[in-house]
């Protein structure tokens, strides 16, 4: 088995980093086509743009909004043709960061990412997913190379809602138990290999990170202060999350996340706090203690992550339904096959049931 680990080429991280922007960019090319959210946009611009000027730099802030469609990336593919960039760059969360990646790839250009959010581990990773216009999953694209600069500005992150930051750590929070079952089963990850002792080390640091330095962090966040514990919780969810489950591969928790997902009531939920249910859903069916799900959950619940269905928005948690969910998150080349023990709909079903009346039953004793 061929082991093999995959990164962005430079990780940048402190408050104000985006001030110098151009400096940690100028290398890559000089026509910069930026591609990002209203809000995120309005954000960043002034002080990007007056970083690009100062190195002489072209650019272009294009305005995203919708999802991350093969469509939509075309459209911008075009607008980045017309302009001569040699630089891509994706500006916000994750779709217009998934944008950004899938017009890079298609013009072959260097690829800069500025999350505004760290509400996903999506910005270190060569991990391109696009959806349909109904929301459901199209594809999974995989980039030919990482990230050329990830340039997380602190002092940005925190300052946006708090929910963000948190739905960053329910992603995060999957990371380990996704990496520890792909080890279990000698799951390919991401670039076609098995992991390293590298990559399984950053998940596992992911987790103790979270559970030593969530609860304050968010705290912080909440007061949009930069503390030492925020900066250690953004490289778990952007850094150390990216890379660790790139190179050890996902499992159940994503696939679940995909099956309720597909629920109604759910287009509110953000990716983290689905996930987040999702991996209290894994453990369930891994048959994790009891002190191990409880810590999860009570980690969920500090941090004001979802552990029932009804907080992410699911009314009808008959199993009729939830099965349709069940089914989904076995469908063909979901991440849920990277069990180590063959799954099928009756399993997933009961580990969402399972997970919901603990997280139920949790939220009554508190
Ligand atoms: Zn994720």
Aim: proline share 3%; with cysteine; aromatic share 6%.
């Amino acid at each position: 088995m061929v082991k093999i680990m995959i990164a962005p080429n430079r990780y940048i991280q402190g408050p104000r980093v985006l001030k110098e922007t151009g400096t940690y960019i100028v290398h890559l090319g000089s026509r910069v086509f930026f591609i990002g959210g209203p809000t995120a946009l309005s954000t960043v611009k002034d002080q990007v743009s007056a970083s690009l000027n100062e190195n002489s730099m072209e650019y272009q802030f294009e305005a995203f909004s919708g999802e991350c469609t093969r469509a939509s990336a075309a459209r911008l593919l075009e607008k980045a043709r017309r302009f001569l960039a040699d630089v891509v760059a994706g500006v916000g969360g994750g779709r217009a960061i998934d944008t950004a990646k899938a017009v890079s790839h298609g013009l072959g250009s260097a690829l800069v990412i500025i999350p505004t959010v760290a509400s996903n581990d999506a910005p270190c990773s060569a991990l391109c997913v696009q959806y349909k216009e109904n929301h459901m999953l199209d594809r999974f694209l995989i980039l030919k190379r990482n990230p050329d600069v990830v340039l997380v500005d602190s002092k940005v992150i925190a300052e946006a809602p708090t929910r963000y930051f948190v739905a960053g750590m329910g992603d995060a929070l999957a990371t380990w138990f996704e990496a520890f079952t792909c080890t279990k089963s000698s799951a390919k990850n991401l670039p076609g290999g098995v992991t390293t002792a590298a990559a399984l080390n950053l998940a596992r640091l992911c987790y103790d990170t979270l559970m030593e330095y969530g609860v304050s962090a968010k705290l912080a966040v909440d007061q949009n202060a930069v503390t030492p514990a925020v900066e250690k919780v953004i490289e778990a969810n952007v850094l150390l999350s990216g890379l660790g489950f790139e190179s050890s591969g996902l499992a159940a928790a994503h696939g679940i996340h995909e099956g309720v997902h597909a629920l109604g009531g759910t287009e509110g939920a953000l990716h983290g706090e689905l996930v987040a249910f999702g991996t209290i859903a894994q453990l369930v069916m891994e048959n994790y203690s009891r002190g191990e799900i409880d810590r999860v959950i009570d980690f969920c619940k500090a941090v004001g992550l979802p552990v029932t269905l009804r907080q992410l928005g699911v009314s009808d948690a008959s199993p009729e339904n939830l099965m349709k969910a069940a089914e989904v998150a076995c469908m063909e080349g979901l991440t849920t096959h990277n069990c180590y023990f063959e799954i099928n709909p009756e399993l997933i079903l009961g580990a969402i049931i399972g997970a919901n009346a603990l997280g139920e039953a949790s939220l009554k004793r508190s």
